[in-house]
């Protein structure tokens, strides 16, 4: 019997200024809008959570694709991860830039390789050799962003924090940035065969160093999904998300019975109190059950179902 199709979308978990909240939830809605469409085409969940991606990360609200935040060295780095349920094929890339579209090269690596995951060159040669045009990588640099990375280095050069520390650890693994400095997106979808996908792409932390890898293309950390559990996108600093595995965290508790509407907000929980991480997250079941939380001031997200869009920047 034909289930009806559920797609959720965030926009990242942070400090969003009232300023940049109708760009939020504007750029959620057209994500919404572009995957939902398909799903009501009769689409797959891969299908719909990589055009709901694409969309955000074309849009230069976000920190994922043109516009994200510049490494130490001025460069765009972008991570990306999708994850079809139904099978357990996956596809990530890591450290590219020269791709427009890391989610797109995600979905090739998952479509038409052996391999799950490819970074830097690797995966960039992977693109191209299946067709994806290579650009240059200032195409995906903004002034806006120069300014930023320039504002922050100076901070640092003046000896200003830059980092908060989780509890009196003051050790560099126990650092993670203000909540001002998120902007992951990502997607979870239900088709209308009941299967579900995941997918998850980002541009990183500002002023990070070349090669940092975060937890949003790793799988089981800030994306995954099992039609035998849920589907789920993380936001937040990658750090503490990657050592406590929590995207894998979350959806073995929906596999042995709790209603995602429980998990996630445990799942944030977890990770404050065992870590001092700050974050967001969506998760959703092949029952069509969802939940979405955050500890951050604010995250962008949004859920379409048979009923229509609805998108916020907060969930209370």
């Known amino acids: ?19 940049m909240l109708e760009a939020h939830e504007q750029g959620v809605f057209d994500a919404l809008q572009t995957g939902y469409l398909l799903l009501e085409r009769g689409a797959s969940a891969v299908d719909a959570v990589e055009a709901a991606v694409t969309k955000l990360e074309d849009d230069t609200t976000f920190d994922a694709g043109r516009g994200s935040f510049l490494t130490r060295h001025g460069r765009v780095q972008l991570d990306a991860l999708i994850m079809d349920g139904h099978t357990l094929r996956a596809g990530g890339v890591a450290c590219v830039e020269r791709l427009r579209n890391p989610i797109q090269a995600a979905r090739l690596v998952l479509d038409k390789s052996p391999h799950v995951y ?8 992977f ?6 045009p290579l650009i240059d990588n200032s195409e995906l640099v903004l002034d806006r962003e120069r300014k930023r990375l320039a504002e922050a280095q ?21 650092a993670f940035p203000p909540v001002d400095s998120h902007d992951t997106v990502g997607a979870v979808a239900l088709d209308s065969h009941g299967r579900i996908a995941a ?3 980002t541009g990183g932390t500002l002023n990070k160093d070349p090669g940092r890898v975060g ?13 035998h559990a849920a589907a ?6 990658g750090e503490p998300i990657m050592k406590l595995v929590l995207g894998k965290w979350a959806t073995d508790r929906v596999q042995l019975g709790r209603s995602p509407e429980e998990v996630a907000p445990e799942a944030i929980s977890y990770l404050h109190k065992r870590l001092g991480g700050h974050g967001g997250i969506i998760l959703l079941d092949p029952n069509g059950r969802y939940g979405l939380a955050h500890n951050t001031p604010r995250m962008a997200w949004g859920i379409c179902t048979a009923d229509g869009p609805r998108t916020g920047t907060r969930i209370e």
């Open 199 to 201: 997918a998850t792409s």
């Open 127 to 132: 693109a191209a050799a299946h067709g994806m």
């Open 118 to 125: 490819f970074v830097a060159q690797g995966a960039e040669e």
């Open 232 to 237: 789920v996108s993380l936001t937040g600093w």
């Open 215 to 227: 937890d949003s293309s790793l799988i089981g950390c800030g994306c995954y999904a099992d039609n």
């Open 1 to 19: 019997m034909p289930r009806s199709p559920i797609l959720l979308v965030h926009g990242g978990a942070w400090a969003i200024p009232d300023e």
């Open 154 to 174: 100076a901070k640092e050069q003046a000896g200003l924090p830059d980092l908060t520390f989780a509890g009196d650890d003051k050790s560099p693994q126990t």
